[in-house]
Structures are given as structure tokens and as C-alpha cells.
């Protein structure tokens, strides 16, 4: 039997309107623009434009600093994502634990999310700057030559810091909730298999929070991609000497430090294609998550 | 009040099935009708065309004499109760009640003396102010009957209101349900796949099959002229036994058969059949079969035997009063009285009449 | 726990404990900065309790105004932030209610064509397509208006794809009920459908008012004015290390009070935050 439906032939369309509306002028628009940009070339004084095909991308693609910004994205990410999510997998598993104070650490776990990821990472430079941070003056203190300002690893360091430190609460609630969720009897059984409570972590309750894990991997990696962009700019501005420069971060100064539209353009393309990716993984992944719970 | 009249109704989904193939009847004003059949048969459908929630593909519903086909659920004056109850779960129950004749713009008073009232008749009145969440299923289904008795409609459509009640409160409910209709003499339409229900139910009783009326009528009509195979055999519990004259076993019954050179069946309900047990005569008009039995089924008051008719012959079952202590096997004889034998041609399934 | 197992429940609260003050210092810190001079900030160590400079720095920064973002107060900063904040979130669950309503409780031609449309933008953030939404502003005169900072933050998939899915859940004689009850769509939209929906509300709103507070990127493009910014940019503004001048003591207030509206969002509507969160990733 069909759904219950109301049966006016107008309504639908006018509630619809203000998404669609909204949508066609802030998302589709603008995408398509980007396409069509990424197809063309601009000269200097933006008087002419002319079509180049592909040239842009395989100018990209080609041009060492994109290949090295690929490269720092990725190491930023997945360091960004292992650093949030190991911590938070061993609070949560600490939670599970405890029986009093469940909800109070819980609260004072969960405070980084609601943090601008630009305050963020602000927050990191404060402590660690070599003007005036404390932690900068202590590890100067023991002999180590710290200026993340100058020196690229320390650059990176920081920022990954910054960005995982902001994403361990996110990571903690999925976790606890994919822990409250295996079913005690399992545990139990496992128990009186004789696996002690190391063993169960690691032969039961891991792999039942697998799937979990591999979404928090995606989302955590869709969010050093993209929602990361102001703790680069904050801290680093994507220096120094490039070593912070994320794929997000050159587009932005390309198109708007550099005016290199057809080049940003195509960025932004090739950005779409991964992020289409990534989404079309997640989405894989989820329909496999049923089967598990 | 009002009568409900529906024309050559018909239903095809957009996807070209047809659902009702032209339904005619009439419920004549105060009737309680009964509408069963297996699921799937278009029962449903033809409350739901009847209530608005379904579009009329050809024929016409007159309520009251004014034809509905394009009019809202809410301007056809009906009220209707639903199997899940469908009470609006954030508001209480006197909320609930009182929601379609706030959206009447029915008056203050009006509508506080309606919902006393109902909830007087209904005993509802010490839940009033809960939530539908905290009321168990028969008071939820009290409330979704109360939502529909507040309304003064002109007919009450009940879509298997009692389906999702344990057993015994079912009967309760059917009762109080009769009950009720009794005293509020509204026009019902009632749907249901529980011939038991439907039996108990109805002034009339109207069984469908594959988006036709099989028969129509009083319940004791229909119960003891069944107008077909289907009808015979779906009204009454256990089913009427059926024997193919032509089958095996069916030679000492050829001479009852009816009129026209036609195949035809008997059947006989299992309550005018009685075992010849312990030395019983058998009467001048009676007719004696004789069986194997196949198994006995012990219902408390009485019990069913049932057995095959001269080996290979279809399964016959026997009413017998009491406890019946028969095993599987053992060989047994019943009588039937010759009158109670009805005759249908056995390739359309209508009813055959003796000349 | 299946053993009685008090060492390793000791343990769990010493590592909880650790955690939470490895999360929460960061906070401190700045707090702590935030209620000293400007010398005292800028000759670490940094104490470990609050100095007194409480009501002087937090009165000057909220209302004086800080000469580095063009005399603005961070008074005006919170209200942009705000504005921006409650326009995404409710305008985000306005939009959404009434296209989830509508994909949900209507049949109509290019239903689902409509329904796609809207789930693929579920795939491109903002930061993908900058520089063409950028132009798209300018076109159409929206720059440094409230307007430009949160309506192509409005356009997204993900609330309409929560209440469609909230929507299926609910029984289809509810809606036959309500119709015989006399209630149009809009009054069942009102009278039943958005009741039923208020847990997924408030969870919604609190994720996206974090969403919109904590927006970088979009409002550092389309406000030129100081007086437009949002208070996460001007923080950013605020900070040079490159600069002798830099107000640290107001910059550490400002830190301060960009954090803690969010953060009282979050922890005081805890409960529906957190089931909002883990549903609407599943």
C-alpha cells in the first residue's frame, strides 16, 4: 500500500521552493561555474578569457608545489585522524569502565567540539608560540631548539595537534556509543572461554567497534581535508615555506591571494572528486554497518 | 445518519491492478455492515475510497444521498478508527478527542459536553489528561472509538480496529463495539479478515473476494445458503466439507446431486454430520458415509473428528458433542441428514438450488 | 564489568582524569591569560592560578573596543557571531522541515528528481567551491551583509536527509487521521508533525549553531567591514606575533568569550546534542 499522502498538486512545489532555491543559487550555480572556469584561462589583466581544455589540470598535476601540498595533506590528515582517534578509543574504553562519573567526564570531554576550529588552533599557539607560550619557553628550557614559526615539521606538528586535540570529543562519543552497544552477553561468554580482559578487548570488543572505526577514519579524514582550514590559517597561514600549505588552503590562495582563477578552478574540481569519493566510500560503508549491529 | 450507497465502484492502482472491480451495495441507514474476506481482496480499499484516503477510480459513494467521490475525508462526515489506533501521540487523550471539532470550529461548550459524554459512555474519563503512550491497548482503543464517537458523524468506519488486541479482550471489545452502534444507531461500515468477527458483528454481512461481492446478506443467510464454493468455505469454523461428486469416494452421494448435466460438489458443515457410535440408527433421511479416521481435535465442549470419506476420498471433519476418544485409523461410520447437503457447480462455484 | 575488578576501575578514572585535563587545558590556559596584564602575559611562565586583571580586561574588551580590528567591541562581534549562528541554525531547520515535509507527505511529478538535487550537495562542502560562491556574492551585492554570511550556509543536505528519515517513520495513519479530523497538510505540519519532531529539533539546532559559530572560511571572505566580522575572525585579526602591539590580554578574552557560548550550548542541551550527533552520521 502507497504511503499516506496529501493530495495537492501545488503545495509540494512551494514548500520545496526555499531549499531549491537556495540550492540552485549557493551550490549549483557556483559548481557549475567552477567547471566551466576550470576549462579556461584568464590573461593578466582579466580582459580575455580563452578555453584551454584540460591544460589546467594537467598544469596542476604537474606543478611540484601541488604534488607537495597533496603531500603534506596527507600526512596532515592521517596523522590527524590517528592522533584523535587513538586517544579518544582509550577514554572511551576508560569510560566504559568506570561506573560513577560516566556523564561527568562525559561533559568535560565534550567541550573541544563546540570550539572553532581557528580558536583551535589559536588556543595550541598561544601555549606553544615562541614569544610568550609557556610550553615554548619550557622546551627551550630542556635545549630544544622549538619555533614552530620557522621550522616546518614543528609547523606541522603543531597544527596536527591543534586539529586532532579538537576532534577527540567527537571521536569519544562515537566510540562510547559503538562500546555501549556490544551486547554483554558476548563479553561474557568470551569470559568464561577463559580470554582475559586484554584479550576480549582485542578479539571481541575491537572488531565489533570496527566498522565505527572506519567511519570515524572517513569523517575524521573529510574533516582534516576541509574543516581544517582555519587552524591553517591561524596558526601558520600554510607556512612556514609551504610546509603547512593543504590542498583547501591553495585553493584559497590561488583563486584569492593569486587570482590564478582557471587554476583554482580546477583545484576546486579535483577537491569535488574527492570528497565525491570519500562520500561514495562512507556511503558504502554504511549499508555494511547494518549487517553488523 | 445516513445511508451509504455505493455504485459500480472501482479501484485500479497505477500500475494497472485492479483492486475493486465494480462493488454495488447499499447499508441502509442505522445498519452495522460487515465487510470480509481473505487480505488482499479489496476489502480495505473500498473503506478507505468510502473514508477519502483512497481516489475513486470509476463508480460513485453516496453518503446520505450526496455523492463523495471528490470530497475530503474531512467534509464527507465519517469517522473512522483505525487497527494501530493512529492517536495522536504528543497530545492527551482529551486533546485527541477534542482535535477534529476544534478543526470544525465547533463551539467551547460543544465540545466539552461531547467529550464528557463520550467519555462517560466509554468509562475514559479518569485517563483524560494522559498521554496515548501510558494507556494500555483496549483503553487506546477506546479512545480512538471515543475520537470517532465526538464527532456525530453521519457513519463510523472501522478498518480491523480489533487486530491488534490479545484474544480475550478481542471479545470484550466486539461486544462492547456492537453495543455501542446499538445505542448510537450510527450507520457502520466495519472491515475485517475474522469471520468469527464478522459473524458476531453484522446486520449485514458482505463477503469479498478478489475485489467482488461472493455474497451479501443477513450472517445466518449467508451461514446457511452460501451463495458459492469460496463463501461455503470461508464462513463457519471448521469449513463446510466439500466433496467433488466426481471424485473418489463420492459414489454413494451421486444421487443428491442437483439439477443440469453440469460437475458439481456437496458440501456439508461438520455440526449436521454425527458419528454412529455405540450401536446409533441411522434414520430414513439420512445418508451414511463411511471413514478413516485422520485425527480427532479436542476443543473442551466438543470435539472434531476428522477422516477420510472410502480411504482416498477427500477429509471429511464430524462434530461430536464432548469428548471423543477415537485414534488415527480406526474406521468409523457418519451419518448426514440428506437436507443439509448443498450443491454447487463445481467449475464456477455457484450455489445449485434443487429444482 | 564482569570482574569485580577495582585496580583496573582505579586506572580507568586516573586515565579519564588525565584526559579531561589534557582536553581541557588548552581552555585554561587562555582563561588564566585572560585575567592577567600584558606583561605578565608576555613573560612566560604563565601562572597557574587567575591574576586580577578579571573585570578590567573582559569591561574594555566587551565595550571599549580593540584598535586592531578597527575599534570594534567584542560586544558587536558576539551579536554578529550570534545572528549568523541562530540564521544558519534555524534557517537550516526551517528550510529542511519544509522540504522533508514535502518529499515525505506529497506524491508529485520529479519528486525524487527533487530529492536527489538536494542529497547531492550533501557532498560538496563550502570550502570546494570558494571561489565561484564568492562571485556569486558579489553579484548579487551581498557582501558584508548578514544575508551573504548565512544563506549559502543554508543550502545542505543533511538536516532534510534527518527529517526525511524521521518523517518515514511515522505511521501513515497518523496522516489519515488527521485528515479525517479536518487538518490540512499545513495544519498537520503545525499541529503534528512539528511536535513530533522536537527531539530532532533541538539536537539539530545545537549541531548547527556550533556549525555557524564556528564557521572560518566563509565569513573571513565575505566581510570586508570590521563591523561585520564574526568573532572567530577577529580573533584572528587581532593576533600578530609579528607585532609589538599585539593587545594579548584582550586577545585572550576574545578567545574566551568566541568559546564559551558554544560550549554552553553544547553542554547544557547535552542530552539531545549527543543523540543528534551519533544519528545523524548513521
Known amino acids: 500500500m502507497p504511503k499516506a499522502a496529501f493530495p495537492n498538486k501545488i503545495l509540494p512545489y512551494l514548500l520545496l521552493a526555499p531549499q531549491v532555491l537556495v540550492t540552485l543559487v549557493f551550490f549549483y550555480w557556483p559548481a557549475s561555474q567552477a567547471l566551466y572556469q576550470s576549462v579556461l584561462k584568464e590573461d593578466a589583466f582579466g580582459l580575455k578569457t580563452e578555453f584551454v581544455g584540460l591544460s589546467n589540470f594537467s598544469a596542476i598535476l604537474s606543478n611540484p608545489n601541488y604534488l607537495s601540498s597533496l603531500q603534506t595533506t596527507l600526512i596532515f590528515s592521517v596523522s590527524t585522524a590517528l592522533l584523535a582517534m587513538a586517544p579518544a578509543l582509550l577514554l572511551a574504553t576508560a569510560a566504559e569502565k568506570v561506573v560513577r562519573g560516566k556523564g561527568f567526564y562525559r561533559t568535560l570531554m565534550i567541550w573541544p567540539y563546540a570550539v572553532a576550529p581557528a580558536v583551535a588552533g589559536l588556543l595550541w599557539l598561544f601555549m606553544f608560540n615562541p614569544t610568550m607560550g609557556t610550553f615554548a619557553y619550557m622546551l627551550r628550557a630542556y635545549g630544544v631548539a622549538w619555533d614552530p614559526l620557522l621550522k616546518g615539521d614543528q609547523a606541522m606538528l603543531l597544527v596536527v595537534v591543534a586539529a586532532a586535540w579538537k576532534q577527540i570529543s567527537y571521536n569519544f562519543l562515537f566510540f562510547v556509543a559503538a562500546l555501549q552497544s556490544i551486547p554483554r552477553s558476548l563479553v561474557e561468554a568470551a569470559a568464561i572461554d577463559g580470554a582475559g580482559s586484554t584479550k576480549r578487548f582485542w578479539t571481541i570488543v575491537f572488531p565489533l567497534i570496527a566498522p565505527t572505526s572506519f567511519f570515524l577514519l572517513v569523517v575524521n579524514t573529510v574533516y582534516a581535508f576541509f574543516d581544517t582550514f582555519g587552524i591553517i590559517d591561524a596558526v601558520t597561514a600554510g607556512g612556514p615555506a609551504r610546509a603547512t600549505e593543504t590542498l583547501v588552503y591553495k585553493v584559497y590562495i590561488d583563486g584569492f591571494v593569486n587570482l590564478d582563477l582557471g587554476g583554482s578552478a580546477a583545484q576546486s574540481v579535483i577537491l569535488m572528486a574527492i570528497v565525491i569519493a570519500l562520500t561514495a566510500i562512507q556511503f558504502r560503508y554504511v549499508e555494511r554497518k547494518v549487517h553488523y549491529a | ?355 | ?282
Open chain 2, 1 to 355: 445518519m445516513a445511508a451509504i450507497e455505493l455504485s459500480e465502484v472501482r479501484k485500479v492502482y497505477a500500475g494497472g491492478v485492479e483492486a475493486v472491480k465494480g462493488v454495488s451495495l447499499t447499508i441502509p441507514d442505522g445498519a452495522f455492515c460487515v465487510l470480509v474476506g481473505p487480505s488482499g481482496c479489496g476489502k480495505s480499499t473500498l473503506l478507505r475510497m468510502v473514508a477519502g484516503l483512497e481516489s475513486i477510480s470509476g463508480g460513485t459513494v453516496r453518503i446520505g444521498g450526496r455523492v463523495v467521490n471528490d470530497l475530503e475525508p474531512a467534509s464527507r462526515d465519517i469517522a473512522m478508527v483505525f487497527q494501530n489506533y493512529a492517536l495522536y501521540p504528543h497530545m492527551t487523550v482529551r486533546q485527541n478527542l477534542e482535535y477534529g471539532l476544534k478543526n470544525r470550529r465547533t463551539p467551547k461548550e460543544e465540545i466539552a459536553r461531547r467529550v464528557e459524554e463520550a467519555a462517560r459512555i466509554l468509562e475514559i474519563g479518569q485517563y483524560l489528561d494522559r498521554r496515548p503512550g501510558q494507556l494500555s491497548g483496549g483503553q487506546r482503543q477506546r479512545v480512538a472509538m471515543g475520537r470517532a464517537i465526538v464527532r456525530e458523524p453521519a457513519a463510523f468506519l472501522f478498518d480491523e480496529p480489533l487486530s491488534n488486541l490479545d484474544a480475550k479482550l478481542r471479545v470484550t471489545m466486539r461486544a462492547e463495539i456492537r453495543r455501542l452502534q446499538r445505542r448510537l444507531k450510527t450507520t457502520s461500515l466495519y472491515v475485517t479478515h475474522d469471520q468469527l468477527e464478522a459473524m458476531t458483528l453484522a446486520d449485514q454481512l458482505v463477503v469479498l473476494n478478489a475485489g467482488r461481492i461472493e455474497q451479501a446478506g443477513s450472517p445466518m443467510a449467508i451461514y446457511e445458503k452460501p451463495a458459492s464454493l469460496f463463501v461455503a468455505t470461508f464462513i463457519g469454523s471448521p469449513a463446510m466439507n466439500l466433496v467433488p461428486l466426481d471424485g473418489p469416494g463420492a459414489s454413494p452421494l451421486a444421487t443428491l446431486a442437483g439439477p443440469g448435466k453440469a460437475k458439481q460438489t456437496l458440501g456439508i458443515r461438520p455440526e449436521h454430520m454425527r458419528l454412529l457410535e455405540g450401536g446409533a440408527g441411522v434414520r430414513a433421511d439420512e445418508i451414511v458415509l463411511d471413514l478413516s479416521v485422520s485425527g480427532v481435535e479436542v476443543v473442551g465442549a466438543e470435539s472434531y473428528v476428522t477422516g477420510r470419506l472410502a480411504n482416498s476420498g477427500p477429509e471429511i471433519a464430524v462434530r461430536v458433542p464432548g469428548y471423543s476418544h477415537l485414534e488415527p485409523g480406526a474406521s468409523v461410520k457418519a451419518a448426514a441428514p440428506l437436507g443439509a447437503f448443498h450443491r454447487f457447480d463445481a467449475e464456477s462455484g455457484r450455489r445449485l438450488e434443487l429444482a
Open chain 3, 1 to 282: 564489568m564482569i570482574e569485580r575488578d577495582r585496580g583496573g576501575r582505579i586506572f580507568a578514572h586516573l586515565l579519564l582524569i588525565l584526559g579531561v585535563l589534557i582536553v581541557a587545558f588548552p581552555i585554561y590556559y587562555t582563561f588564566i591569560a585572560s585575567t592577567q596584564t600584558i606583561q605578565t602575559i608576555l613573560r612566560p611562565p604563565l601562572p597557574l592560578t587567575p591574576g586580577g586583571e578579571f573585570a578590567e580586561n573582559y569591561g574594555q574588551a566587551l565595550f571599549g573596543g580593540v584598535g586592531r580590528i578597527g575599534g570594534v567591541d567584542v560586544g558587536t562581534l558576539l551579536f554578529n557571531t550570534s545572528v549568523m549562528a541562530l540564521g544558519i541554525a534555524l534557517g537550516k531547520i526551517a528550510i529542511s522541515l519544509l522540504s522533508a515535509f514535502a518529499i515525505v507527505f506529497f506524491r508529485f511529478p520529479f519528486r525524487m528528481f527533487f530529492f536527489w538535487m538536494i542529497f547531492v550537495t550533501l557532498m560538496l562542502p563550502v570550502e570546494v567551491r570558494i571561489l565561484p560562491t564568492y562571485k556569486v556574492m558579489v553579484d548579487l551585492g551581498l557582501i558584508d551583509t548578514y544575508a551573504g554570511l548565512i544563506l549559502p550556509l543554508v543550502a545542505s543536505a543533511t538536516a532534510t536527509l534527518l527529517f526525511r528519515q524521521f518523517f518515514m517513520t511515522i505511521p501513515p495513519e497518523l496522516v489519515e487521521a488527521a485528515r479525517i479530523d479536518g487538518a490540512g497538510p499545513m495544519k498537520f505540519f503545525r499541529d503534528i508533525l512539528i511536535p513530533l519532531s522536537r527531539t530532532n529539533i533541538a539536537a539539530l539546532f545545537v549541531i548547527l549553531f556550533i556549525y555557524g559559530w564556528t564557521q572560518y572560511l566563509w565569513p573571513l571572505l565575505v566581510t570586508n567591514d570590521n563591523r561585520m566580522n564574526t568573532i572567530v575572525i577577529a580573533l584572528k585579526k587581532m593576533v600578530s606575533f609579528a607585532d609589538a602591539d599585539t593587545p594579548w590580554n584582550l586577545v585572550m578574552v576574545t578567545a574566551i568569550l568566541a568559546i564559551v557560548p558554544p560550549v554552553l550550548v553544547v553542554v547544557l542541551m547535552q542530552r539531545w546534542f549527543v543523540r543528534g550527533l551519533v544519528e545523524s552520521e548513521k
